[in-house]
């Protein structure tokens, strides 16, 4: 059974790089995409970005600037970075496996999750 | 950029049926997915697709869409079914991906 591991720092001061790792565990990297997703306290989820085995990247379009997810292949892991964090980047961040099917229509579904990273932006 | 609309919240009472809603220009052309979320937990998928569920989500929750909306209905809604629930597809006209706005349902 694939479980997702994650760590980072946990406070960060205004203008500093919010840096997170997610460890795969019991699955392979290859055949999905990897995703970031954040959810500020008290509000919804919102979509950060993915990842595939071959290094493709899709990014928020209102972070694009920002953010930067990369993976480390020998170490089974992902990363997500952030530059310049705000207080509005304060938020429980997520790291989840993206697969997707298809019938009449095409989707796309997160099926195992980490368990979060709560990451607070405060000078 | 596609946005995902949900009702904020949404009553139940115990057993009774209760369908959350998800709307959008994109749900014409994917399949949304959805999420459960306790407080203080990370979300779990509940239904992806037409109408599958991971083995381990009882069979009372159940999906299915309809022009630019998609729905996840409980059937017999149980005391461990308050929680927040979102929908999560593809924009139709990016590479990106979007989660709805998120329906608090509470059990009464």
């Known amino acids: 059974q694939v479980q997702l591991q994650q760590w980072g720092a946990g406070l960060l001061k205004p203008s500093e790089t919010l840096s997170l790792t997610c460890a795969v565990y019991?699955?392979?990297?290859?055949?999905?995409?990897w995703s970031w997703i954040r959810q500020p306290p008290g509000k919804g989820l919102e979509w950060i970005g993915e990842i595939n085995h071959s290094g493709s990247t899709n990014y928020n379009p209102s972070l694009k600037s920002r953010v930067t997810i990369s993976l480390d292949t020998s170490n089974n892991q992902l990363s997500l970075k952030v530059s310049s964090v705000t207080a509005a980047d304060t938020a429980e961040y997520y790291c989840a496996r993206r697969d997707y099917g298809s019938g009449r229509l095409v989707y796309y579904y997160m099926d195992v999750w980490g368990k979060g990273t709560t990451v607070t932006v405060s000078s | 950029s596609s946005e995902l609309a949900q009702d904020p919240a949404v009553s139940v009472a115990l057993g009774q049926t209760v369908r959350i809603t998800c709307q959008g220009d994109?749900?014409?052309?994917?399949?949304a997915s959805w999420y459960q979320q306790k407080p203080g937990q990370a979300p779990i998928l509940v239904i992806y697709?037409?109408?599958n569920r991971p083995s381990e989500i009882p069979d009372r929750f159940s999906g299915s869409s309809s022009g630019n909306t998609a729905s996840l209905t409980i059937t017999g809604a149980e005391a461990e079914d308050e929680a927040d629930y979102y929908c999560?597809?593809?924009?139709?006209?990016?590479?990106?991906?979007?989660f709805g706005t998120g329906t608090k349902v509470t059990v009464l």
């Open positions: 994109s749900l014409r052309n994917y399949y």
């Open positions: 697709g037409k109408n």
């Open positions: 019991g699955g392979s990297l290859s055949g999905y995409y």
């Open positions: 999560y597809s593809r924009d139709s006209s990016d590479n990106h991906y979007v």
